[in-house]
């Protein structure tokens, strides 16, 4: 290259340095001596290169004090290392802190001279801005979420221990004898008590699915069995409308799907009632499995009723739209197919509907297909069935039974007096405390205990976990009665030992069948 050329390229790069927005910089290695510093330097640190260059002190003074210490470091590793990068915070002449990102690389300029450090320094307080905005709103979004969950755990509990109260008196008085217009009043609080029950727990899962908090459990179902169970539950709503129920041909159900069992009975059994209540009356309702090419099992629930329209359909499953089925008389919250949809998606499922004004509608639970090679489980020799015959004739037992209840919650305490009252061989003992409780249980060695969780010296885990250290207590059946109904929670109170999980509002039939049977009931818990 003639010197020319040569002069020509060095004004291009010079006009390439001085025009960018990076800062270029060469300086030497020891000692610390600025060669070159490009104009950017006093849109970035508010000084002008030729001030940078005559004071390298008062350059580098412009470092964050809580910064200037690793920056120190960091160039002198750029001393020996080949390149190094570092993100660190200036204050400008202004006062103005700022954000950069320096590259130190050495670079040989003449055959056996020293070599210079090569330095770009970029400004990136833009881009540290708008990253901690985002880090800011995500963790302010992680917060809300957090205290959504807990706002709504929380009013699911507060919300649980009164209705337990009305639901529980409510079905004592049922047991009562009362005249036709007091027991249609008993009727109509119990009934409303349920709808009431139903809304907490489908909002309370909407939310849990929405945080991510809600575990389920996958394993291979039967489903087939499933169908019976739903039906089971129906019979008496097919009949008040007269409906015919169509069930599948042959074995078509008898497939295995991956599913959370519980939970996808749950929605059959919510899409199975949907069609019996937007059934026109003496329809049809007709249940149907298959399975599909791409390795999906299909079980279908189709209806001859009023059937949903295109635009209405586009809101199907949006909580609480009832798609204006208020003024039918029908009763619905509007979030079941919401509901059901999230727990499909959770079992890598989907949903399909098709349907047409007043002719009808079929709703299609997809589900992956397990694909079963020799008999299952479930199918030979059926243990269940045996104990489900065993439990069939119901066990009378006039023994005296003594029961400790450890419970703060005076309505809940009545309740229980209430309730023991019916049953004369029942004797009950309550603690409001954990360790009174605990102290009673030592010396009384009741035949049942009862405790809830929240108590207020100690929590009723830790009662549990004191009765089952203890080899006089452990084997003494203990029932939590709670009003935290999730299932993680129930999980861990049986494996911690417990014989059994009431959920307030509870069952008072279930309870009674506790103090019939203290020790049958072992293991029947949820
Ligand atoms: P709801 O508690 O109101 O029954 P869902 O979430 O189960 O709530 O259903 C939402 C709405 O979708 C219902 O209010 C109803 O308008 C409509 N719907 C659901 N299933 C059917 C069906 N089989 N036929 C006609 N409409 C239906």
Redesign the pocket.
Known sequence: MNRRALQESEERFRQLVNNIDEVFILRTTAPYRYVYISPAVENVFGLTADEAIADPALFLSFTHPDDAEFVRKTMEEAGRAERVEVEYRIIRSNGQVRWVWTRYQQVEVAPGDPPLVAVVVTDITAQKDAHRAEASARAEAVRANAAKTEFLSRMSHELRTPMNAILGFAQLLRMDELNEDQHESVRQIIHGGRHLLDLINEVLDISRIDSGELALSIESVLVSDVLDEVMDLVVPLVATRNLTVLMPVGDVCHEHVLADRQRFKQVLL?LVA??I??NRNDGEIRLSCSTRPNGEFAITVS?T????GSEELKR?FTPF???G?ESTGEE???????LSQRLIQLMSGRIEVA?APRVG?S?TVLLPLVKTVGPQPDEQGSPTAGAVSSTATPLVRHSQLSVVYIEDNLANVRLMEQIVARRREVTLIHAMHGRLGLDLISSSQPGLILLDLHLPDMSGEEVLRRLQAEVTTKDIPTVVVSADASPGQIRRILEMGASGYLTKPFDVEELLRWFDDPHGMEGTAP
Do not use: E, M, P
């Not at 619905?332 to 919401?338: K, Y």
């Open positions: 919510n949907n069609a209540k937007y209806d009723g009023i059937g949903i199907l739209d009832r798609l089925r619905g919250t509007g979030v079941g197919l919401a349907s509608s709703f």
